[in-house]
T-cell receptor
Framework: DAGITQSPRHKVTETGTPVTLRCHQTENHRYMYWYRQDPGHGLRLIHYSYGVKDTDKGEVSDGYSVSRSKTEDFLLTLESATSSQTSVYFC?????????????FGDGTRLSIL | KNEVEQSPQNLTAQEGEFITINCSYSVGISALHWLQQHPGGGIVSLFMLSSGKKKHGRLIATINIQEKHSSLHITASHPRDSAVYICAVHSPIQGAQKLVFGQGTRLTINP
């Protein structure tokens, strides 16, 4: 299995607080992705990174920011959490942006905003 | 209308039955992925297809590019196959490797 670790695995917090989720990989893969998964929706891309300090927005990026200061870590930050951001968040990695290689997923972070 | 539609959304069957899950998409694609998500959340890639058919054990995936349709088949189904199966397409229109996901099919195999 690809070495991807998400932390924390579960978090409960209050509306208006900042939250940071971490994705750590040991595969030295160039590309990293953050998705959210909600009932009635498929996985939706929040942000992705194509290298250190190189990131771009996905389809549901409002309210989220990301940072990648080193290859192995991709951080997702909710600056001021809202109840609509209650979701399960998945990190994924792969090593070739333009090929059709599968992405490898982390185990997910279940985030509840009260 | 979603760009990737799966059917059925839920499927319950008895052990040993032949299972078919369908995926239709409306965009041009360069590849289609089938993923499996077990209770507890982990997502693993089962197949990546750009044409024809692929087989791995009891799982078979087919794709018809002209009809924009793919199917995932499970032969001799077993309770351990119970999971959510997700179809995702890699569309070059989206740029880079931005996958577009279906909503998933929840499969339950009863002993």
């Amino acid at each position: 299995d690809a070495g991807i670790t998400q932390s924390p695995r579960h978090k409960v917090t209050e509306t208006g607080t900042p939250v940071t989720l971490r994705c750590h990989q040991t595969e030295n893969h160039r590309y990293m992705y953050w998705y959210r998964q909600d009932p009635g929706h498929g996985l939706r891309l929040i942000h992705y990174s194509y290298g250190v300090k190189d990131t771009d927005k996905g389809e549901v990026s409002d309210g989220y920011s990301v940072s990648r200061s080193k290859t192995e870590d991709f951080l997702l930050t909710l600056e001021s959490a809202t109840s609509s951001q209650t979701s399960v968040y998945f990190c994924a990695i792969n090593n070739d942006l333009y090929s059709n290689q599968p992405q490898h997923f982390g185990d997910g972070t279940r985030l509840s905003i009260l | 209308k979603n760009e990737v539609e799966q059917s059925p959304q839920n499927l319950t069957a008895q052990e040993g039955e032949f299972i078919t899950i369908n995926c239709s998409y409306s965009v041009g694609i360069s590849a289609l992925h089938w993923l499996q998500q077990h209770p507890g959340g982990g997502i693993v890639s089962l197949f990546m297809l750009s044409s024809g058919k692929k087989k791995h054990g009891r799982l078979i995936a087919t794709i018809n590019i002209q009809e924009k349709h793919s199917s995932l088949h499970i032969t001799a189904s077993h309770p351990r196959d119970s999971a959510v199966y997700i179809c995702a397409v890699h569309s070059p229109i989206q740029g880079a490797q931005k996958l577009v996901f279906g909503q998933g099919t929840r499969l339950t195999i009863n002993p």
